[in-house]
């Protein structure tokens, strides 16, 4: 009794809330067997037929399969295998039309059929027991089976639960709830021992309590069928009333079980697997007869359907074949619809393929699923909320998601809304009411993802941040110590007077000489009406801002070092009074001269006053001379530093002076104008300036110490290396100068003279530096260095010994041969000068220190004579090489280096010259003007090129680059 | 008289106590750091473009919550501002995006590596490295990682940067919000009984 009471108990059928009543159909397609599909032309089988990983694919286009071969294998833990339906040639794996809503195209892998259906050797497993449950879900994730009811989740996932979860009971879905399908049915019916065979399979995976097959009452054949296969096994067949949508999952579970899958929860949290009848089946035939996934039983129906029924479809074949085989013409449907009426949705394009989901095509006429009415106001009736299975509010998710409010829709629990459309189906105003939910849940889905990329945006972003704070406080501490380290460099070298006024004085002396001798050049071109009036005044103004600079230098010199000798000062203020006296000569002068040059009167007044005026200035210059002389030798620190200095500022003020009257020669010149001549002896003067300078460097270089100096000496190590570049800008200038006065003296300009003043003038006072930086060289204090530094013992041999031979004409091996020479030669002398520098500052060191026994010492002087003499022979040895290499030139170019060095130079500002005049004219010449200046700049520019040519090569040659 | 004054001392002596314990508790349980600022900037969407007139989504939440106004957000669109009305309780304010129609289309940064020099000057400008690449040598940007904040664009001395409008995938769309009253729902299955 009790016995029976349970056993009704548990057979009870319990009920889901809601639920609808459409129109069945099925009785369109049932009546027929499951028929073969066609075999089409061509397969398209998408990547992903499943939800989860797309496969991978494992052929490659061109490559012939084999039926049943596994084309794409599962990647990821959520992904199914995909295999050959049939035999043919992969043509394609490119994106195709595929089976979604969105109507997108997806990667798929296109097989030409070649109608064999050549089958790949097949290993089936007779009695699956001999399997262990882990080798059975992995031979039915590699046959690629996915649940076959419509959602497509891989089964090896499903089956696969693990240890910790006890499976309560095993549902087998075979309801088939929706309208229209009979896939289900017919295989019910016709298949029932494999489907029970494949039931088993599950039943050995997941070993459950009970294993419940739901049946809707509207399939009494299949029932019988399923009944009859499964007598005498632990198979329970339960029949459910038919109803929409008793075939959902969670719907079947309850209906079967009364146990209620809560949000958010999976079934198999409830203890229950629920597993579709044709997913069953699949399995038995993969593991049974080792046939992977590779067609389907899908329903084509519809009112549009000639013969409607079922057919074994191949995956992949496209709907367009499909809807041929069964009669259908596929560009005159009504409605083609894949899936059911009530989930399904209108495809567009029939060339989509058949996958693994599709139960159902319908190919329909319009009267039987028409266009749907317009949408109408909700006029709150609540029959929606009558017929929601998952007791849901629909109206409420309705306005909601209606409004894009998309929280509230979510506390109305919308995610858990099954889509199932039943709400739709009864509503009185044929609101869409499942794709408002749909987009609902999509913008939902958009913001969860938006924020998860905002969250990774943030931590990178602030990642980043800190990186970069980071790198900023490390630099800083960097700067911070360095600071440090200078700051006490400067206490240590306090004492020294770090700005000598006097020299800065003298510069800013030199800078308005320079700005002086260029406003008189100005005013001789005004004078002449000159056209560079303009460039005149403009270099005029860019030497008297040269001269401020200066000016403002000396006053700040003067403020911050107050604490000079007082013997400084006076020097300084003699020095002032001369820089007057002779400015003010020179204004006098200037003004004589213009006087004169306009025929004034006073012209003879005007020059006896400058007269005076030159005398005054004589005479404070011979003071000043004689005050520095009688001035007290300054602290011997000081000028280990200064001078060095002073010298360079002294040569960059010269460069610059000196450039400013080559430019002005230069354009004197081009103008005609009268003081051409008087620039280029500027110019000379400014070179031999320049020579003296450079003579100057590379004493100082001489002296300078080989090993590294003490803190305070270390500064004439950056200073020579700016002298150094000084004077080469200095020389480059000069030769411009020469050249520019040499263009004066051919064109007879007048101004030749003037230039050669002004050269000589930045000569003398090239010297005074020049001595000035000698004295500073002197001075300097040894360096310090190791005690007994290791005297260089052998010193290699100076090839002086190679003599050079004379060359009469050039053969490029006996260039390249003195090139190698010369290179040698190079490397011989320097390293003797090397040598002999270092046993000298050794030696030097040995005597100052005075603990070095004398017959050491003599020794020592002996080598450093020796290694001296060496140097000499290697220096003079490569002195001569030079030189012939520049006879050869000569010999060879009929002309000698310097000769082609300016005539490139010439060339090239030819050049320049025309295409500043083409500039100027673009805007205003003619057409025919600008041609000619232009055919002619081309001509310069041809010129210049081959002048430039032959000065690389005569160089190149030889070995001169240097 | 006696009465008043036990009073007094009573209500005194209850302050005290009550004073020493949420002096303490202030101390104690001191909320580190602006909790308001956090809500806001868990409401930006964190392309960190600059747009507002910040370096960046967190600087222009604290300038929020210091007073500024919370509509310059153009990536986070109206759906932002009104999110931040919600949590500031503030007037409602229309989106500040000086006209730009595409302000919050979602877009991505593309480099078109056949015409990189490999400056690495989009590299400093990202603000959440999301491009890779090394001197000299191709870059490219990491599409996932990629806010669109359209910061790269400008430095590229080659102009070799384009904003992409992100396509939906599979994975990414969605059905269309359905036309509205008086509309045919195309999406619609209308199962009717014949």
């Given amino acids: 009794m009790i016995r029976t009471l349970f056993r009704s108990r548990s057979r009870k059928i319990y009920d889901f809330h809601g639920g609808i009543h459409p129109p069945e159909r099925k009785d369109l397609s049932n009546g027929t067997a499951i028929a073969a599909g066609p075999l089409p032309s061509q397969l398209i089988l998408p990547l992903n037929m499943h939800i989860g990983a797309p496969a991978k694919p494992l052929v490659e286009p061109g490559e012939r399969v084999l039926k049943g071969q596994m084309i794409a294998e599962p990647s990821g833990a959520v992904s199914a295998a995909i295999h050959a339906p049939t035999s043919g040639t992969v043509s394609a794996i490119g994106p195709r039309a595929i089976q979604h809503p969105s109507g997108m195209d997806a990667i798929c892998i296109v097989i030409d059929t070649d109608g064999k259906d050549e089958w790949i050797e097949r290993a089936g497993v007779a009695d699956y027991t001999e399997l262990s449950p882990g080798e059975l879900v992995d031979t039915i994730r590699h046959a690629g089976i996915a649940g076959m009811g419509g959602a497509g989740f891989p089964t090896s996932i499903k089956v696969n639960l693990g240890d910790h979860q006890r499976v309560e009971e095993l549902v087998i879905n075979a309801v088939e709830c929706e309208p229209y399908i009979t896939a289900d049915d017919r295989l019910m019916r016709e298949r029932a021992a494999e489907i029970i065979a494949g039931i088993h399979i599950l039943q050995y995976l997941l070993n459950p309590r009970r294993t419940l097959i739901g049946i809707e009452d509207n399939k009494p054949d299949a029932i019988s069928a399923i009944k009859r296969a499964c007598k005498g096994c632990d198979i329970e067949v339960r029949v459910v009333p038919t109803k929409y949508p008793s075939g959902g999952e969670k719907q079947l579970i309850q209906l079967l079980t009364g146990k209620e899958v809560k949000s958010g929860q999976l079934p198999a949290q409830v203890g229950v697997v629920c597993q579709n009848v044709g997913t069953a089946y699949a399995i038995k035939r993969a593991v049974i007869d080792g046939e992977p996934l590779l067609s389907r039983v899908t329903t084509l129906t519809g009112e549009g359907v000639r013969q409607p029924g079922n057919f074994e479809v191949l995956l992949g074949t496209p709907i367009r074949d499909l809807l041929v085989h069964g009669g259908v013409d596929p560009d005159n449907i009504g409605r083609l619809v894949m899936g059911g009426p009530m989930m399904g949705f209108t495809l567009h394009n029939p060339a989509v393929p058949v996958v693994k989901t599709t139960n159902c095509i319908i190919a329909a006429t319009l009267e039987e699923l028409p266009e749907p009415p317009p949408e109408q106001p909700c006029i709150r009736c609540g029959s929606c909320a009558d017929v929601c299975p998952a007791n849901l509010l629909p109206q409420q998710l309705y306005w909601h998601a209606k409004n894009d409010d998309l929280e509230k829709a979510q506390h109305h629990n919308l995610m858990d809304c099954i889509e199932c459309g039943a709400c739709a189906y009864v509503c009185p105003s044929h609101i869409p009411l499942v794709q408002y939910y749909r987009y609902a849940k999509a913008e939902v889905r958009q913001q969860a993802a938006d924020q998860v990329k905002a969250d990774k945006a943030r931590q990178r972003f602030e990642a980043r941040q800190a990186r970069i704070d980071a790198e900023k406080a490390e630099k800083e501490a960097r700067r911070q110590a ?257 050249k520019a006065a040499k263009e004066a003296d051919e064109n007879g300009a007048d101004n030749a003279a003037e230039l050669c003043a002004e050269a000589d003038r930045l000569k003398a006072e090239a010297d005074h530096w020049k001595a000035e930086l000698r004295e500073a060289k002197a001075s300097a204090p040894a360096p310090a260095a190791p005690k007994t530094p290791p005297a260089p013992t052998d010193t290699p041999k100076a090839p002086e010994t190679e003599a050079p031979q004379a060359l009469t ?57 020796k290694l001296k003499g060496k140097a000499d022979v290697a220096r003079d040895a490569l002195d001569a090489l030079v030189e012939e290499a520049k006879a050869d030139i000569r010999a060879h170019t009929g002309k000698d280096l310097k000769t082609l060095k300016l005539e490139a130079a010439r060339a090239e500002s030819a050049l320049a010259d025309k295409q500043r005049e083409l500039e100027q004219q673009r805007d205003s010449a003619s057409e025919d003007t600008l041609e000619a200046l232009s055919s002619e700049l081309q001509a310069l520019e041809a010129e210049a090129q081959i002048a430039r040519k032959a000065l690389k090569q005569a160089v190149e040659e030889q070995g001169l680059q240097d | 008289m006696t009465a008043v004054l036990i009073a007094v001392a009573a209500l005194l002596a209850l302050a005290a106590v009550f004073g020493a314990v949420l002096g303490f508790a202030s101390e104690k349980f001191k909320v580190e750091g602006d909790p308001i600022v956090d809500q806001i900037d868990s409401l930006l969407p964190q392309t960190q473009c600059g747009q507002c007139g910040h370096p960046g989504c967190r600087p222009y939440a604290e300038a929020i919550a210091e007073g500024e106004e919370h509509n310059r957000c153009p990536p986070g669109g109206q759906d932002t501002v009104d999110a931040l009305t919600d949590l500031l309780g503030r007037d409602e304010l229309t989106l500040d995006d000086e006209g730009a129609e595409d302000a919050d289309i979602p877009k991505v940064a593309y480099i078109r590596e056949d015409e990189c020099i490999g400056c690495t000057k989009c590299i400093q400008a990202c603000p959440v490295d999301a491009i890779v690449g090394a001197a000299k040598l191709m870059h490219t940007v990491i599409v996932d990682e990629c806010t669109g904040c359209d910061l790269c664009v400008e430095p590229c001395p080659v102009d070799c940067i384009d904003m992409v409008e992100v396509q939906p995938t599979l994975q990414t769309w969605g059905w269309n919000r359905p036309a509205g009253i008086g509309q045919r729902p195309d999406s619609r299955i209308e199962v009717v009984n014949l």
């Fill in chain 1, 809 to 865: 004409a050039v053969d490029p091996e006996v260039a390249a041969k003195r090139q190698k020479r010369l290179k040698a030669l190079k490397t011989a002398y320097n390293m003797a000068h090397k040598q002999y520098k270092e046993a000298h500052a050794a030696l030097e060191r040995g005597e100052r220190n005075g603990d070095i026994p004398a017959e050491e010492l003599n020794a020592m002087q002996q080598k450093v004579d």
């Fill in chain 1, 482 to 738: 360095r600071l440090e380290a200078n700051r006490k460099k400067k206490t240590e070298t306090a004492s020294a007077p770090t700005v000598d006024t006097a020299a800065l004085k003298q510069a800013s002396l030199e800078a308005s000489k320079a700005y002086k001798a260029a406003v008189k050049a100005a005013k001789a071109a005004e004078a002449d009406n000159a056209d560079n009036l303009d460039a005149l005044k403009a270099d005029v103004d860019r030497l008297k801002a040269i001269a401020d600079k200066a000016k403002a230098a000396v006053r700040d010199a003067k403020e911050a070092g107050p604490a000079a000798a007082p013997a400084e000062d006076i020097v300084g203020k003699l020095k002032k009074q001369v820089g007057d006296a002779s400015s003010a000569y020179k204004t006098a002068v200037k003004a004589a001269k213009d006087a004169e040059a306009n025929g004034d009167d006073n012209a003879a007044e005007l020059r006896a006053k400058a007269d005076e005026l030159k005398a005054a200035a004589d005479k404070l210059k011979a003071e000043l001379r004689d005050a520095k002389a009688n001035a007290p030798a300054t602290p011997a620190t000081a000028p280990q530093v200064d001078p060095v200095a002073d010298l360079k500022k002294q040569v960059g003020d010269v460069s610059s002076a000196y450039k400013a009257a080559v430019k002005a020669a230069k354009e004197a010149e081009e103008n005609g104008a009268d003081n051409a001549a008087e620039l280029r002896s500027q110019a000379d003067e400014l070179k031999a300036k320049a020579d003296q300078l450079k003579a100057d460097l590379r004493d100082a270089k001489a002296n300078a110490p080989a090993t590294p100096a003490p803190a305070p000496a270390a500064a004439p190590a950056d200073p020579l290396a700016d002298l150094k570049k000084k004077v080469g800008e200095v020389s480059s200038a000069y030769k411009a100068a020469v």
